[in-house]
């Protein structure tokens, strides 16, 4: 056992297979699949239960040692990475799903329950819902997403996923075991409920303002059948319309753009692809119509500006449609056969789709990398969340080099477009820092203070 | 020996995990069964692809015995390469054999059970330490004669079927179906060789090539052609990793001949519900999902149910590349074998069918340590088969 004190304390606690302090687990935790890190680790700990996590927590509080909570630490930008150095909480071991209420549509886990096996487990158990499903490979955790407020499958209609909260329950920095929504008055975790919405001091903080270790979270319909069609579009200046007219339609589940620009080989046209689905094939056939007729009225006033597609590539019927999907977005990570790429995922309003795109391409040009673009709409437009994407060799230090100069302007860039870098890295959380209202910059630190006054939450995330 | 140089594509791997999943995501676990065991990032093949990247290619850290520890978990169940989106996956294992063979040739720190391993099956020709003079006691008494010129089948029955208790079940009944079947057989007894499949798994390349040149060249002195394995793992080693001349069968592809051609009649009953646990090495490793589920088809009373992980996404018993012998990733209650029969008492069956002596012991143990002894009882296909012959 060594004498160590914190080590041993933590395998009192998780037991001895579940903690280290040995160096291949400290580096594995060092570092993620994006250009962050490596990144200093002291202890690696996976706790099984809701009381383990509070003693770790009271452990680093009388030790002062930090504590980054990591789920599948697929940000690509290092947030389930310490800042300072201290524990890593792998939470991949709470693995329960512990209830899925059909008529109520919730499903409550803990943190370490996966997108993929949570996804498998409701189309077995309850096939007639679905939960919005991000497109991040499916060892990402449920709990990790939200934490971020990610986007899954359902934004367009649903919004981001933490708004598909009901409730939480959460170990609070000092150790206090807490319940949000209606969960912190029943036992029934259906609602936010008409309380102060406690949940929201843990979504969008990277895990700095207390441990989740249960989540009750919204699931929705899920019709009988699934169709896409798309637009390529010409000219970007089109988008923002097409967009807005293809989601007036009130008809779509999914709506996703893609553009590229790889090597000498020019500008992609936008590719649009809408996912629509029904419960019978009539359904179907009439949807498709409506979104036919809408590139016929966009080729009217722009002339072969916009094609329709139908039916669309393998490529899109497998990542959209197939059970599982063999393709992922995971896969332009091996582009360049190099197995990296980082994103820069901006909320924007969709008007500035064209700019974005054209920012894209010339930092991209600029720092010698390969771009793509990767669109979710979130909402009826209510906002996008427009990907820049640099994909790198990690084999070359100079082109991770390359995407990570690329990753700073970019991040300017957004915050110039009124936009906000998504998960930002602490290097992006700073940007935003210095550019946010001073008050809001303040109430932020005021909560950390209040919640963690022992600063032992993964310290250095959103500071200046 | 490995096709691709490793060094050359390590680098390609993203760590985003599908290769932890089965292929379909399966709700009941994690399908890697090291990372279901140990559950740390390291333990995982991304993770070793990562590690072995930092230790060996870039020097970011240094080889150590737990790393090797980490190495040797794995038990090259194939599962990686089956979920890996990515064009190299299909090179992970190979990959984690190359590794093994370098870090042994340049003399890195070993787990002491592998150099054990190694050890044996160089002094005694099996896994055990047990004596050479041994290997055929599990025959006694059951007539079945050594192999001679003109026989039409070497029954090969392996290291675990030979020695080790519980095994020694299956190559039993096995020999006892065959004989009932009059099929042409003969067994090497005592002479018989380990068939070096593990040890090439564990990257001991030179010790493989003198298990295989041995048993070549008494396979060609006996006059073998043809080859009926009890074992998927000595069937793999045949099959993919030996010259070729000898025609190779796992034995529940002899039964489903047998009894598709009529020769082994079956009349009797087995009235139970099975499961069938797909074993590693005929399963993802040789693609042969059919003729187990076959012979268990066509004996009356039987019900075959399937567990949600089979075919290409069945969950490996964590037995595989030695991990029976080393105990390295099969320890605990964790342990992937744990798991798997737990999955299989979920699917109301009480006998759960295997068809190799490895994934028997191991299950076999794992149904006691889980309690589960009353419920539900592992078998070899072979016993079921003998079993339904004589009721
Ligand atoms: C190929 C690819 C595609 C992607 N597609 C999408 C997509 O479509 N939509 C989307 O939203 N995202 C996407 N992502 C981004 C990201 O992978 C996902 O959002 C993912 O769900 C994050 O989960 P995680 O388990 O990896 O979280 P982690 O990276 O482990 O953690 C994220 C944050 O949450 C904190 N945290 C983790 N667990 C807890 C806990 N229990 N309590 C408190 N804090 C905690 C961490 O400290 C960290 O700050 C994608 C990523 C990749 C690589």
Redesign the pocket.
């Known amino acids: 056992m060594g004498n160590d004190s914190v080590y041993n304390a933590l395998v009192e606690i998780v037991g001895e297979d579940y903690a280290s302090n040995q160096p291949e687990e400290l580096y594995m935790y060092s570092v ?2 994006g250009t962050e890190g490596p990144r200093k680790v002291d202890y690696v700990a996976m706790p099984k239960t809701t009381e383990q996590v509070r003693d770790i927590l009271l452990l680093a509080n009388e030790h002062r040692v930090p504590i ?9 930008n290092g ?2 990475l310490p800042v300072n150095g201290g524990i890593v ?1 792998d ?1 991949k071991r ?1 693995d329960r799903i512990i209830e899925l209420n059909k008529l109520s549509r919730y499903v409550v886990v803990e ?1 370490g329950v ?2 993929g096996r949570l996804g498998t487990y409701i189309e077995k158990n309850c096939p007639e819902l679905e939960h919005s499903r ?4 499916p ?7 939200i ?6 499958f359902l934004a367009v209609k649903y919004g ?2 933490a708004s598909q909260i009901n409730g939480m329950e ?1 170990v609070l920095p000092t150790g206090e075991i807490c319940k949000t929504g209606s969960f912190s008055v029943s036992q029934l975790p259906f609602s936010k409920g008409p309380l102060p919405d406690l949940s929201a001091l ?1 979504c969008g903080w ?3 303002t ?4 249960k989540l009750s979270l919204k699931l929705f319909p899920k019709r009988k059948t699934m169709d896409i069609v798309g637009y390529a579009v010409h000219d970007v200046e089109l988008v923002p319309d097409l967009l807005w007219r293809i989601t007036q339609t009130d008809m779509v589940d999914n709506l996703f753009v893609v553009g590229f620009v790889f090597g000498d080989s020019g500008e992609s046209p936008q590719y649009v692809t809408v996912c629509f689905t029904g419960d019978i094939d009539e359904e179907l056939e009439h949807k498709k119509a409506v979104f036919q007729k809408i590139a016929e009225e966009f080729d009217r006033a722009a002339p072969g500006k916009v094609e329709f597609l139908y039916p669309v590539t393998e490529m899109l019927t497998s990542r959209f449609i197939e059970k599982p999907p063999y393709v ?3 896969l ?2 091996d582009f360049e056969h190099g197995g990296g790429y980082r994103y820069c ?1 901006a909320i924007l309003t969709v008007d500035k789709m064209p700019q974005a795109w054209r920012t894209g391409i010339e930092l991209a040009r600029k720092h010698g990398t390969n771009f793509l673009s990767g669109t ?1 709409i979130m909402g009826y437009c209510h906002s996008v969340n427009f990907c820049f994407v640099y994909p790198f060799n990690r084999a070359d230090e100079e082109s991770m080099e390359r995407v990570r100069r690329a990753m700073r302007d970019t991040n300017e860039a957004v915050l110039a477009m009124d936009g906000i870098p998504w ?1 930002a890295e602490v290097e992006a959380q700073k940007l935003i820092s210095r550019k946010m209202d001073p008050n809001s910059y303040n109430l932020i630190q005021r909560i950390k203070e209040t919640l963690d006054p022992n600063g032992i939450m ?1 310290p250095g ?1 959103w500071s200046k | 020996m490995a096709d691709v140089d490793y060094k050359e594509i390590i680098h390609r791997c ?1 760590r ?1 995990g599908f290769c932890k999943l089965s292929y379909d995501y399966s709700s009941v676990g994690f399908n890697c069964p090291m990372y279901h065991r140990f559950r740390l990032e390291t333990y995982s093949p991304s993770g070793l692809n990562w590690l072995i990247r930092a230790a060996l290619i870039k020097n970011d850290i240094e080889w150590t015995e737990h790393l090797s520890e980490i190495l040797y978990s794995c038990s090259t169940c194939g599962n990686c390469v089956e979920t890996c989106r990515f064009e190299f996956g299909e090179h992970l294992v190979n990959n984690f054999i190359a590794v093994r063979e370098e870090i042994l040739e340049t003399q890195r720190p070993v787990p002491k059970m592998i150099r054990k391993f190694f050890e044996n099956v160089y002094l005694y020709g099996n896994a055990y330490r047990e004596p050479r003079e041994a290997r055929g006691n599990w025959a006694q008494g059951l007539g079945i004669k050594e192999f001679e010129q003109g026989d039409e089948y070497l029954f090969y029955v392996g290291c675990v079927g030979s020695y080790d208790t519980c095994s020694q079940r299956a190559a039993k009944s096995l020999g006892k179906v065959m004989q009932k079947a009059s099929v042409s057989f003969g067994i090497l007894g005592e002479k018989e060789e380990c068939d070096g499949n593990e040890v090439r798994l564990l990257g001991e390349q030179g010790l493989f090539e003198h298990q295989r040149d041995k048993n070549v060249e008494l396979f060609r002195e006996a006059g073998v052609k043809k080859i009926v394995t009890l074992s998927p793992h000595s069937y793999n080693a045949f099959k993919n990793h030996y010259a070729g001349e000898f025609e190779v069968f796992h034995y529940t592809q002899l039964l489903r001949d047998l009894i598709e051609s009529g020769t082994l009649a079956i009349s009797g009953k087995f009235e139970a519900t099975v499961t069938y646990h797909d074993p590693c090495f005929l399963g993802r490793h040789n693609l042969e999902y059919d003729a187990p589920r076959e012979v268990l088809n066509t004996i009356g009373g039987l019900n075959l149910v399937e567990m949600e992980r089979n075919r290409k996404n069945a969950f490996c018993c964590g037995g595989g590349s030695a991990n029976f012998y080393t105990g390295i990733s099969a320890k605990g209650k964790d342990q992937a074998s744990n798991a798997r029969v737990r999955e299989a008492y979920e699917t109301g069956a009480t006998i759960l069918a295997v068809a190799c002596p490895v994934c028997l012991l191991m299950l076999e143990d794992a149904v006691k340590t889980e309690g589960l002894d009353e419920q539900i009882q592992v078998k070899d296909i072979s016993e079921i088969m003998m079993e339904s012959l004589t009721n």
Not at chain 1, 134 to 137: D, V
Not at chain 1, 139 to 145: L, R
Not at chain 1, 210 to 213: M, P, Q, R
């Open positions: 993620d699949s980054t909570p990591m789920g599948a630490n697929l940000t690509l947030l389930g909480l939470m709470m943190p996966t997108q991000p497109e991040a490979p060892m990402a955790t449920v709990v990790g997403n934490v971020i407020r990610g986007h899954g981001n996923n959460v843990f990277n895990g700095t207390g441990v989740i270790t992922s977005p995971a332009a990570a995922g979710q998960k993964n995330n | 993203f985003c």
